[in-house]
């Protein structure tokens, strides 16, 4: 079963620290909609299958969408693929567009997933990254959609923001956990190049905060949420028995599936193509009945690269006879010979045939990813 | 021969030499402007790059005046210290130079020492002001400068810009009616003065001269006086700006020669070509063994890449007779070469041309220069490497080559100069005013102070301003020691340096601190130390890698998270592993660039 991800790319503000492509203008929604139905059907046989198992809406923010522009979009994907009965799928949502009216509207499309996205509770931590909502609004936001029905939630945080104390990033923790929410992403804030936020820290208008409080931070967050009963199962992500999120999990396993939208990315299994990062151009080529996008065919030992970077995120780890079986028996020598540091530093552990990284490993994972590569 | 001019151009680099050439070649209809691909003269990539021309070459021109047709003849001089040699060359060929002074930055040290190579070999001078065009041109104060230079008149100077062919006339008519025709007896026995070779990889060594006597033809055996080897002359012939094959040149003409040479070495410049029938009776003064005054090692980055790097040297020393290697191997670097170069300029050139050229990925050690080490037995070694010097026991004493050096500023920086070149174990020698705030000063000084960040930082306290000349200056003894670098307690051999005992332990610290700075944390703790002998007089940390984690890796950042990965990996490739410690190219030379 394949995935399918639906970009969004509109925004009523920009948050400061965000480098994913969206435009605040709000005009083209209705266009953008009509053009990602005909993607759709351009793209009919990109996968290759018909079986669905998750749709994922990202952004941007697909919570400014309309009920009706949803239903569109469902209409086209139902009318295409075979969605399966038990399809996770997934809307993100900002804080302050989760009314009543608007969730209850939702649950009547085939919703069963929403990932809000809060990043803190803390006032001056959201008027520094931008974000239009308050800190009582995103508590209200998870009671409005438990209330609307809502049982599988999941929240977006950020620790490491700028003046945070290690107590601080508690308290969220604690407020966060204390919600019923069924899944937590959190991540460090990384300052992308280009993004308000690098241009503050660049100029030193702002105070960072260092690597070791960094590190503490991530420590305490795994110590929090296995306390609260979540299972570690990628660097940032930790779910509940069961509420793991299906649609990310399977980037990490390498499903395919097909991105829709501007700069949305798909990957069929050998290549990754992504398409342009401009709603004109995307509106207008489609409208040609061309696909505005760039690929790129993998060669194996980039898709071994891949494989090697996406699986040691996670807790299931890097199974090396997946690896020998995909890549053969060089790959799988190069891969044991190239961790053995790592797992002597007690980084990384190998058992049963996989490979794991654990808590030590998880903080300079880049590092040992970048040094299994091939290349 | 009474219608041939030879001449060369003086000029610092960026003064413009190359585009007034340029000019030159289009008004004599020598190129036609669509061959101009700016700056003809320069025929490398590099060259062009760096604004200098590296490797002189030489170009005929016709120019008819009042009814007369002239043949001239611009032989092309390099435009750096490290080739001073082959610009004396040059001048000898020459009865006339082209003075060149950027009208914007008047002398420059270099211009001055080239200029008293050509005042010595009589040369009659020919001063040009370019870049008239220039907005911030002080063609008043230039002119004064030169006036004082040459104690010409001020209608001598000319007024010219290489941009806008202002000038260019007024320059042939100069070099026409200014400098006189060669001398030289077309009957006498022959004698050519080789200035420059080529190679060709079709053609093998080109060699360029110029006739004093005598007359050459094709199919004449000829042979070279330095090293005594006979050929064939197969084809002789002018340059334009292809070759253009004669079947005689006589006396005052310059030309180039194929005679089937296949390497460098066997052309020297400098030498003499006479016949082997009737030779001349004695050579053409002035020729010298080139010798190499720095040495380093280069290493392979991949030690499997060792045969690859031997043949990539020996093919660069094909048209680059001053460039010697021999093998050498180190414990930190494998298998590689020592190799010796003219100087520092030489040295990047070689380095960059192996880069480009030949995609070879090399590491260059610490330059050393070359050491006289007297034994208690009083054997006379040559050092050129930190790790052939003897056992401090077996040693009676060591010298080293000075430079007589040439610095030409402003006023306001010779405080900072003086104190750079004081550290630098420098003796003032004199110090005299050229005109208004400029100065010269000279210094005697160790060749091995020049090799250690001695251009950048005499270009950083300057401003750019300071020009810098040098000649060698003979050996004299000097208190030499040994400093090693270790990483995680072991020795680095390729980072060890000779090194004046008065400067040991200030080295020693800052190299620690520059490799702090150029070795990336890794995962673990990093120790470097500089130690003489058993004593450790420095020592750095470098601290773990604590974190190092992409947080958000979904179906979008796997593409542009992958290639980052890859890239950083690939940087690693390029490092060198030491021990545990994974070194950065740039970090062997580490020395060169110290605050």
Redesign the interface.
């Known amino acids: 079963m394949s995935g399918i991800?639906i970009h969004i790319p509109f925004c009523k503000t920009k948050c400061s620290y965000c480098d994913?492509y969206s435009a605040v203008s709000a005009q083209y929604i209705s266009a953008l909609v009509d053009t990602i139905g005909r993607e759709l059907k351009l793209r009919e046989n990109y996968l290759p299958d018909k079986k669905i198992g998750t749709i994922y809406f990202g952004g941007g923010t697909p919570s400014l969408l309309e009920k009706k522009y949803f239903e569109q979009i469902f209409d086209t994907i139902y009318g295409l693929y075979q969605v399966d009965e038990n399809a996770e799928i997934t809307f993100e949502a900002n804080p302050d567009d989760l009314t009543p009216a608007y969730l209850e509207g939702l649950r009547s499309l085939p919703f069963n997933r929403v990932s809000i996205g809060i990043q803190s509770f803390d006032d001056a931590d959201l008027q520094r990254l931008n974000r239009r909502h308050t800190g009582a609004e995103a508590l209200q936001a998870v009671k409005n959609a438990q209330q609307a029905g809502f049982d599988n939630i999941s929240i977006d945080l950020i620790y490491g923001l700028p003046y945070q104390a290690l107590q601080a990033w508690e308290k969220q923790l604690d407020t966060a956990l204390g919600m019923g929410v069924q899944h937590i992403s959190a991540?460090?804030?990384?300052y992308e190049e280009g993004t308000p936020i690098w241009k503050r820290r660049e100029s030193r208008e702002i105070q960072t905060v260092d690597?070791?409080t960094?590190?503490d931070m991530y420590r305490l967050l795994l110590d929090k949420t296995g306390k609260a009963g979540f299972k570690q199962y990628e660097?940032?992500n930790f779910a509940l028995q069961g509420c793991r999120s299906r649609h990310?999990s399977s980037?990490?396993k390498q499903i395919p599936?097909i991105?829709l939208g501007p700069?949305?990315?798909?990957?069929d299994g050998t290549s990754?193509q992504?398409n342009v990062n401009s709603i004109k151009e995307y509106i207008s080529e489609i409208s040609e009945n061309r696909i505005p996008a760039e690929r790129?065919e993998l060669s194996l030992s980039?898709q071994y690269?891949?494989f090697v970077?996406?699986s040691l995120?996670t807790t299931d780890g890097l199974n090396v006879c997946e690896l020998e079986a995909r890549f053969g028996a060089d790959f799988k020598r190069f891969c044991l010979q190239n961790i053995k540091?790592?797992i002597e530093?007690e980084?990384a552990d190998y058992s049963d045939n996989v490979i794991r990284l654990n808590t030590d490993g998880?903080?300079?994972?880049?590092?040992i990813?970048?040094?299994l590569?091939k290349? | 021969m009474k219608n041939i001019r030879n001449f060369c151009i003086i000029a610092h680099i960026d003064h413009g030499k190359s585009t007034l050439a340029d000019r030159l070649l289009e008004y004599t209809k020598t190129l036609a402007e669509k061959d101009i691909q700016a700056q003809v003269l320069d025929n490398m990539d590099l060259e062009r790059e760096r604004g200098i021309t590296i490797k002189s070459h030489a170009i005929q021109m016709n120019y008819n005046l009042h009814g007369e047709e002239y043949t001239l003849n611009l032989i092309d001089t390099p435009g750096h210290v490290d080739f001073s040699y082959e610009v004396s060359r040059s001048i000898a060929a020459c009865e006339g130079a082209l003075l060149i002074i950027d009208a914007t930055q008047g002398i420059q040290a270099q211009t001055i020492s080239n200029l008293y190579m050509a005042i010595e070999h009589d040369l009659e001078i020919i001063p040009v002001m370019n870049k008239m065009d220039m907005d911030n041109a002080m063609p008043e104060e230039v002119e004064d400068q030169i006036i004082d230079l040459l104690g010409c008149k001020p209608a001598d100077i000319i007024r010219a810009s290489g941009k806008t062919g202002m000038g260019v006339e007024e320059i042939l008519h100069a070099i026409v009616e200014r400098i006189p025709a060669p001398k030289g007896d077309p009957d006498a026995p022959l004698q050519c003065l080789i200035f420059d070779s080529v190679f060709n990889p079709f053609r093998g060594i080109i060699a360029y001269f110029k006739i004093v006597n005598g007359t050459m033809c094709k199919g004449d055996l000829v042979k070279f006086i330095a090293t005594g080897k006979e050929y064939d002359a197969d084809e002789l012939g002018i340059l334009k700006l292809d070759m253009v094959p004669k079947q005689c040149l006589s006396a005052g003409n310059v030309g180039y020669i194929i005679s089937g040479i296949k390497t460098s070495k066997e052309v020297k410049v400098g030498d003499t070509i006479t016949h082997v029938k009737r030779p001349a009776t004695e050579a053409i003064d002035g020729f010298e063994e080139v010798k190499p005054m720095v040495f380093a090692g280069v290493y392979p980055i991949d030690t499997e890449d060792f045969e690859d790097l031997r043949a990539a040297i020996e093919k660069l020393q094909l048209n680059d007779a001053s460039l010697t290697f021999e093998p050498e191997s180190s414990v930190a670097l494998g298998f590689g070469f020592r190799c010796g170069f003219l100087g520092m300029l030489h040295m990047e050139i070689v380095q960059e041309r192996l880069d480009r050229e030949f995609d070879m990925n090399v590491i260059t050690t610490v330059p050393n220069v070359s050491y006289k080490v007297y034994t208690k037995k009083d054997e006379l070694l040559e050092v050129h490497n930190p790790s052939g010097l003897p056992d401090i026991m077996a040693i009676d004493r060591i010298e080293e080559p000075y430079i007589r050096a040439s610095i030409i500023t402003k006023t306001d920086y010779i405080g900072q100069i003086m104190t750079l070149c004081l550290g630098k174990r420098g003796e003032l020698i004199k110090q005299e005013y050229i005109s208004g705030n400029r100065m010269e000063l000279i210094f005697d000084m160790p060749l091995g102070e020049i090799v250690f960040d001695f251009y950048d930082k005499l270009k950083s306290i300057s401003k750019g301003y300071a020009s810098f000349d040098y000649h060698m200056n003979g050996y004299r003894p000097s208190k030499l020691i040994k400093l090693d670098i270790l990483l995680n307690a072991e020795p680095v051999d390729a980072l060890s340096s000779l090194i004046h005992v008065d400067n040991a332990v200030s080295l020693g610290r800052r190299m620690c601190e520059k490799l702090k700075e150029l070795i990336p944390r890794q995962q673990f703790d990093i120790a470097i130390q500089a130690a003489i002998g058993a004593k450790i007089i420095a020592r750095e940390t470098i601290k773990a890698v604590r974190k190092d984690v992409t947080a958000k890796c979904y179906g979008g950042d796997i593409s542009r998270k992958r290639k980052l990965l890859e890239k950083q990996k690939k940087g690693k490739k390029r490092m060198k592993q030491i021990g545990s410690v994974e070194v950065p190219q740039k970090a062997f030379l580490a020395v060169l660039k110290l605050d």
């Open positions: 991800y994913f991540y460090g804030l990384t690597d070791d960094m590190t660097i940032s990310n980037y990490w599936y991105g700069s949305a990315h798909s990957f990754r992504w790129e980039e690269n891949d970077m996406v995120r540091t790592f530093a980084k998880f903080l300079v994972s880049d590092m990813i970048a040094e590569m290349v």
